[in-house]
């Protein structure tokens, strides 16, 4: 129905499709195969009302309720039913159709779709509820026997089961449009699987001499694998058409049995039971894992784009088979053809020798104690081009809990490591500017006092000998004056430069600032901290004709040794007294603190 019509007009055109269709199919299943109590092997009439009740809007149900019982009421009548009983028959059927309607949708969230398993389970437990329920009050309400019961349940519940699935496929292709847009090659492809599979049914049913009710059966398998749910239910309806309308007619292997004709409808209902019991099932399983097929496909291709990406790769090591699996990208980075065989030892040979012991101890390990790792390293490509790489990895569990695989990841990291190089060493620069003087290239007055505070605190805690000496330039403001800055810095950096090369390497000499220096004596140049003082200070005297064409120049030192100061301010204190005591006694000299 078209959205356009009024709610009026919709659910008029739909009571009356209700009711012509309805009265039709009735008639006709009044009047084909009938088993015991005069009941239709399949009541096809219950199958198209609930087809319809699943296709039509809400708002239109009650007014297809009433075409519904109208159309039952006069097949019944027609047939030459009494009216009470036709009254029975009429609600029983009635009832059926709103319990399945009501159990479907209450176990179904969104809309039926019969190329769900969930959805073709969630039908046949509501069609079979709905059956049990109208077949109970069926026998009720007209004093039935169990055999009135058993045919009843039977009869409808293939009526709805066989039914109403093709009506409904077929009804939302055509309302969805993928009817038009399906090749004539597909449709002709059905057409001609669903007429030979009705040919095949004629053919079997047509004698009785041999028991080919399998052939059918092979057909609608055949046309359910080919074309999905759609093809099966269809198939299915075929097969129900023919063999009923044969079996009723005394035709076929299943009229031909010897027994009575309750036995012969009762087989007829198992065996079309059977045959929708597997070929809907299984054409639902097979477009379920047709979806899962394709999701994984897409997955995968998904998998591959990201790890092109990103630069990452996976393998596998299948360790009941010692062989191993990589992907695409995983050949990419050790610059391999992508498919060329490897085994387990040469992807290990690719890796620097001392990193293929460790990964190769690692796998070990992981394989030991069942645990994940992770392993950075580095690989040699075949053209001798060196990479960075990061690998991570779990171990697979089988039965009974043996390893029996390691899956793992590998991304080349070779930028990453590269760009952490260039920032630990750009790091390392800004660290070493931030504590170097940079006229004298010598450790600034913040370093050296940090420097100081750690060995004073070392020196407290064990003992260790520790002296401090300062010195200053003699008569550097008469050099700046005379010769200028420039010639003033000339100066100051050499005597830094003499100043380190008669120091240990375990001694320090800063620049404190201006004309100003300290020395950290530590080890053994604190025991002898006087003489290596002494040394300092002559080693300067002595450079006097100096190649840079500066003047030559002196200094006085200030020595004072660490005797349990709190502070480094207390140290220094000390040996700045000392220092002014140089000067005053001359300078170029050396002093001790007191």
């Given at each position: 129905?078209?959205?356009?019509?009024?709610?009026?007009?919709?659910?008029?055109?739909?009571?009356?499709?209700?009711?012509?269709?309805?009265?039709?199919?009735?008639?006709?299943?009044?009047?084909?195969?009938?088993?015991?109590?005069?009941?239709?092997?399949?009541?096809?009439?219950?199958?198209?009302?609930?087809?319809?009740?699943?296709?039509?809007?809400?708002?239109?149900?009650?007014?297809?309720?009433?075409?519904?019982?109208?159309?039952?009421?006069?097949?019944?009548?027609?047939?030459?039913?009494?009216?009470?009983?036709?009254?029975?028959?009429?609600?029983?059927?009635?009832?059926?159709?709103?319990?399945?309607?009501?159990?479907?949708?209450?176990?179904?969230?969104?809309?039926?779709s019969?190329?769900?398993?969930?959805?073709?389970?969630?039908?046949?437990?509501?069609?079979?509820?709905?059956?049990?329920?109208?077949?109970?009050?069926?026998?009720?309400?007209?004093?039935?026997?169990?055999?009135?019961?058993?045919?009843?349940l039977?009869?409808?519940?293939?009526?709805?089961?066989?039914?109403?699935?093709?009506?409904?496929?077929?009804?939302?292709?055509?309302?969805?449009?993928?009817?038009?847009?399906?090749?004539?090659?597909?449709?002709?492809?059905?057409?001609v699987?669903?007429?030979?599979?009705?040919?095949?049914?004629?053919?079997?049913?047509?004698?009785?001499?041999?028991?080919?009710?399998?052939?059918?059966?092979?057909?609608?398998?055949?046309?359910?694998?080919?074309?999905?749910?759609?093809?099966?239910?269809?198939?299915?309806?075929?097969?129900?058409?023919i063999?009923?309308?044969?079996?009723?007619?005394?035709?076929?292997?299943?009229?031909?049995?010897?027994?009575?004709?309750?036995v012969?409808v009762?087989?007829?209902?198992?065996?079309?039971?059977?045959?929708?019991?597997?070929?809907?099932?299984?054409?639902?399983?097979?477009?379920?894992?047709?979806?899962?097929?394709?999701?994984?496909?897409?997955s995968?291709?998904?998998?591959?784009?990201?790890?092109?990406?990103a630069l990452?790769?996976?393998?596998?090591?299948?360790?009941?088979?010692?062989?191993?699996?990589?992907?695409?990208?995983?050949?990419?980075?050790?610059?391999?053809?992508?498919?060329?065989?490897?085994?387990?030892?040469?992807?290990?040979?690719?890796?620097?020798?001392?990193?293929?012991?460790?990964?190769?101890?690692?796998?070990?390990?992981?394989?030991?104690?069942?645990?994940?790792?992770?392993?950075?390293?580095?690989?040699?490509?075949?053209?001798?081009?060196?990479?960075?790489?990061?690998?991570?990895?779990?171990?697979?569990?089988?039965?009974?809990?043996?390893?029996?695989?390691?899956?793992?990841?590998?991304?080349?990291?070779?930028?990453?490591?590269?760009?952490?190089?260039?920032?630990?060493?750009?790091?390392?620069?800004?660290?070493?500017?931030?504590?170097?003087?940079a006229?004298?290239?010598?450790?600034?007055?913040?370093?050296?006092?940090?420097?100081?505070?750690?060995?004073?605190?070392?020196?407290?805690?064990?003992?260790?000998?520790?002296a401090?000496?300062?010195?200053?330039?003699?008569?550097?403001?008469?050099?700046?004056?005379?010769?200028?800055?420039?010639?003033g810095?000339?100066?100051?950096?050499?005597?830094?430069?003499?100043?380190?090369?008669?120091?240990?390497?375990?001694?320090?000499?800063?620049?404190?600032?201006?004309?100003?220096?300290?020395?950290?004596?530590?080890?053994?140049?604190?025991?002898?901290?006087?003489?290596?003082?002494?040394?300092?200070?002559?080693?300067?005297?002595?450079?006097?004709?100096?190649?840079?064409?500066?003047?030559?120049?002196?200094?006085?030192?200030?020595?004072?040794?660490?005797?349990?100061?709190?502070?480094?301010?207390?140290?220094?204190?000390?040996?700045?007294?000392?220092l002014?005591?140089?000067?005053?006694?001359?300078?170029?000299?050396?002093?001790?603190?007191?």
């Amino acid at each position: 129905m078209t959205r356009s019509q009024s709610p009026r007009v919709e659910a008029l055109l739909w009571a009356l499709l209700v009711a012509l269709g309805y009265f039709l199919l009735a008639s006709l299943s009044l009047n084909a195969t009938k088993g015991a109590d005069n009941v239709a092997a399949v009541w096809a009439p219950s199958g198209y009302f609930l087809a319809l009740l699943l296709l039509m809007a809400p708002r239109a149900r009650a007014a297809a309720f009433g075409g519904m019982i109208l159309a039952s009421g006069a097949a019944n009548l027609l047939s030459g039913a009494p009216l009470l009983p036709s009254v029975a028959l009429t609600t029983a059927n009635t009832v059926e159709g709103a319990v399945a309607l009501w159990l479907i949708n209450a176990r179904e969230k969104g809309v039926l779709s019969f190329m769900v398993p969930r959805s073709v389970v969630n039908f046949c437990v509501g069609t079979i509820t709905a059956s049990f329920v109208s077949a109970s009050l069926a026998t009720v309400l007209t004093g039935g026997s169990f055999d009135f019961f058993r045919s009843w349940l039977t009869t409808v519940a293939l009526g709805m089961l066989i039914v109403a699935p093709p009506i409904v496929m077929l009804a939302r292709l055509a309302a969805s449009g993928l009817l038009r847009q399906t090749g004539r090659a597909t449709i002709a492809e059905a057409v001609v699987m669903l007429t030979g599979g009705a040919a095949i049914t004629v053919a079997c049913f047509s004698q009785a001499e041999f028991p080919v009710t399998f052939l059918p059966c092979v057909a609608v398998v055949i046309a359910a694998y080919r074309l999905g749910p759609f093809g099966a239910a269809a198939g299915v309806l075929i097969v129900t058409i023919i063999t009923s309308w044969m079996t009723g007619r005394g035709m076929g292997p299943i009229a031909g049995m010897d027994a009575r004709p309750e036995v012969i409808v009762l087989f007829l209902q198992f065996y079309l039971l059977t045959l929708l019991a597997t070929a809907l099932p299984l054409a639902a399983l097979l477009v379920g894992r047709q979806r899962l097929a394709k999701r994984l496909e897409q997955s995968n291709r998904w998998l591959l784009q990201a790890e092109a990406a990103a630069l990452v790769g996976h393998w596998r090591v299948d360790l009941v088979r010692g062989t191993i699996q990589w992907s695409d990208q995983a050949y990419r980075i050790h610059g391999i053809e992508p498919g060329t065989p490897m085994t387990i030892e040469s992807s290990l040979d690719l890796y620097v020798p001392e990193d293929a012991t460790r990964m190769r101890a690692m796998l070990m390990q992981a394989v030991g104690s069942g645990g994940a790792f992770e392993y950075q390293g580095q690989i040699i490509r075949p053209d001798d081009e060196v990479r960075d790489i990061s690998s991570h990895g779990s171990v697979e569990f089988g039965r009974g809990g043996k390893p029996v695989g390691i899956f793992g990841t590998i991304q080349d990291v070779t930028q990453s490591v590269e760009n952490a190089r260039m920032l630990e060493a750009a790091r390392n620069d800004a660290e070493a500017a931030a504590n170097t003087d940079a006229l004298t290239g010598l450790p600034n007055r913040r370093y050296t006092l940090a420097v100081l505070a750690d060995a004073m605190e070392r020196a407290a805690r064990t003992g260790a000998p520790l002296a401090v000496g300062i010195f200053d330039i003699d008569h550097f403001k008469r050099v700046n004056d005379v010769h200028g800055h420039a010639v003033g810095d000339l100066v100051i950096r050499r005597v830094g430069r003499r100043a380190k090369a008669s120091l240990r390497e375990e001694d320090v000499v800063g620049r404190f600032g201006g004309e100003e220096f300290v020395c950290i004596f530590q080890g053994p140049s604190a025991h002898a901290a006087e003489l290596v003082a002494e040394r300092v200070r002559a080693a300067i005297a002595a450079d006097d004709s100096a190649a840079d064409g500066a003047p030559g120049a002196t200094v006085s030192i200030g020595l004072a040794v660490y005797s349990g100061e709190a502070g480094v301010e207390e140290l220094l204190e000390r040996a700045d007294e000392a220092l002014y005591a140089a000067k005053r006694a001359g300078r170029n000299r050396l002093r001790m603190a007191a």
